[in-house]
């Protein structure tokens, strides 16, 4: 659709010319079409064909529903930042962050504290809590904390593939404004999610920051 600039109204090659284009099976193809009907980009209609639809014309350059690391995010936003590593210490879940990894109160999480900045500015600022009982022999005192987190789980074959979700408008906390002298940060959009891996284990609870100033986010309405 995209590469021959079809747009709203327009027939889709037949099965028999995109099977061939694309080297796929006819069931495949159809799979295939049939995602896209789900997703309304195309509709079939019995007898003629298939047709591209409004679906199609609408493309949103980074998705809020699109799960990355926020190391990505920030980079996809055209910035050039750095991390500044404020604390990190294996302490015990409290009830909030037991609830959200699936694991006891008390049980042993890595909380991990970071601000993103670019130019002087303070970007994203983030709290991360991770399952200490991923780690091995005292593997996380050793982990490179300034770096992407969603890596660092993937080289543990553990990379975080989705997310649960919330999203609210909010100031940072009052406490850490101060603390780390971030009163000018302004209001911000508060991410807190839950990841998980591919087999279904919960390995990051996340709270993120980011300032309502450096960032927008999109999405689409049906």
């Known amino acids: 659709i995209r590469d021959d600039g079809l747009t709203l109204g327009d027939k889709l090659p037949s099965e028999k010319e995109m099977s061939e284009r694309f080297h796929v099976s006819r069931p495949t193809l159809r799979e295939g079409l049939k995602l896209l009907e789900q997703d309304s980009i195309i509709e ?5 064909g298939r047709f591209v639809t409004a679906g199609a014309m609408l493309t949103i350059a ?9 190391s990505d995010m920030v980079r996809s936003h055209g910035y050039v930042a750095e991390t500044s590593i404020l604390g990190f210490s294996t302490v015990p879940a409290d009830a909030e ?5 699936g694991i006891a109160v008390d049980d042993p999480v890595m909380r991990v504290e970071r601000l993103r900045h670019a130019n002087g500015e303070p970007l994203v600022y983030s709290l991360d809590w991770i399952p200490v ?4 022999d005292g593997q996380q005192g050793r982990m490179d904390w300034a770096g992407s987190i969603v890596e660092m789980l993937t080289e543990m074959d553990r990379r975080p593939i989705a997310s649960t979700a919330n999203i609210s408008a909010t100031m940072l906390p009052e406490l850490v404004a101060k603390l780390h002298k971030l009163e000018q940060f302004g209001p911000a959009l508060l991410i807190e999610e839950t990841c998980f891996s591919d087999d279904g284990t919960r390995v990051i609870f996340a709270k993120d920051y980011h300032r309502g100033s450096a960032f927008s986010f999109s999405f689409v309405r049906k």
């Open 44 to 48: 079939a209609q019995q007898g003629k």
């Open 133 to 136: 009982a991923l780690f091995h």
């Open 97 to 101: 962050v037991a609830a959200a990894l």
């Open 62 to 70: 980074r998705p809020i529903t699109k799960f990355e690391s926020v």
